[in-house]
T-cell receptor, first 113, second 114 residues
C-alpha cells in the first residue's frame, strides 16, 4: 500500500549512542519533514527536505543529522543521544503544490536512558 | 513569523453534545490553516484545511471550522460528538503558498464521556 512508514516504532537506547530513525514514503513526494512531539510543545520541526540532496534546519535541529540521497527516504540520526532527546518522532511528506497538506507517519517512540 | 495558540489543553464533553475547540493564530502575511487529529499511538490525520474562498470549511467525521480573519481565529466545531472522537487535536498554520513550514499549536485533548 502507498503511504509513509517509520521504523522502528519503538526504540530504547542509552545516552551517547548513535541511533537512526527511518522514514520511507511511496508517493514520490518532494518534501519530507521530521518533527518531535513533546508534552506542552506540540510538534516542532527538526529538519526538512525539499528534494533529494536538499535539506534545511527547522526550529530544533541541534543534535540531529539528516540525509536525503533518495527521494523516498529521509533518515534522522542522533549522533550521540541525550536524555533530552527522549520524544516521539514523526516523519511527514507532501507534494510540491502549495495547497497540498502534509501526510504523517505513525511515529517512533524513542526513549534514551 | 507565525504562531498558533490553542486555548484549551483539555476539553471534556459528554457524548452527543456539541463541542468547539479554539485556535487563534498570529501572522503578518496571509495564511493557510489546518486541523489535524491524532488518535492514540498514531500519526496525525488531516481533518480539514482552509486555503481560500469560503470561510466555513467542512472536513471529515462531521467536523467543520470557520476562518475569522478579523479575530485571527480558526475554531473547530462538531454539533454532536461520539466516543470515537476522543483524540488529540492540533491546529496548524503556514504562510500561503509556502506550506513547507507548518507551525503547530500545543494541542487540545478532547475526551468524550458516555
Amino acid at each position: 500500500d502507498a503511504g509513509i512508514t517509520q521504523s522502528p516504532r519503538y526504540k530504547i537506547t542509552e545516552t551517547g549512542r548513535q541511533v537512526t530513525l527511518m522514514c520511507h514514503q511511496t508517493w514520490s513526494h518532494s518534501y519530507m519533514f521530521w518533527y518531535r512531539q513533546d508534552l506542552g510543545h506540540g510538534l516542532r520541526l527538526i529538519y526538512y527536505s525539499a528534494a533529494a540532496d536538499i535539506t534545511d534546519k527547522g526550529e530544533v535541529p541541534d543534535g540531529y543529522v539528516v540525509s536525503r540521497s533518495k527521494t523516498e527516504n529521509f533518515p534522522l540520526t542522533l549522533e550521540s543521544a541525550t536524555r533530552s532527546q527522549t520524544s516521539v518522532y514523526f516523519c511527514a511528506s507532501k507534494g510540491v503544490d502549495s495547497n497540498q497538506p502534509q501526510h504523517f507517519g505513525d511515529g517512533t517512540r524513542l526513549s534514551i536512558l | 513569523a507565525q504562531s498558533v495558540t490553542q486555548l484549551d489543553s483539555q476539553v471534556p464533553v459528554f457524548e452527543e453534545a456539541p463541542v468547539e475547540l479554539r485556535c487563534n493564530y498570529s501572522s503578518s502575511v496571509s495564511v493557510y490553516l489546518f486541523w489535524y487529529v491524532q488518535y492514540p499511538n498514531q500519526g496525525l490525520q488531516l481533518l480539514l484545511k482552509y486555503l481560500s474562498g469560503s470561510t466555513l470549511v467542512k472536513g471529515i467525521n462531521g467536523f467543520e471550522a470557520e476562518f475569522n480573519k478579523s479575530q485571527t481565529s480558526f475554531h473547530l466545531r462538531k454539533p454532536s460528538v461520539h466516543i470515537s472522537d476522543t483524540a488529540e487535536y492540533f491546529c496548524a498554520v503556514s504562510e500561503s503558498y509556502n506550506t513547507d513550514k507548518l507551525i503547530f499549536g500545543t494541542g487540545t485533548r478532547l475526551q468524550v464521556f458516555p
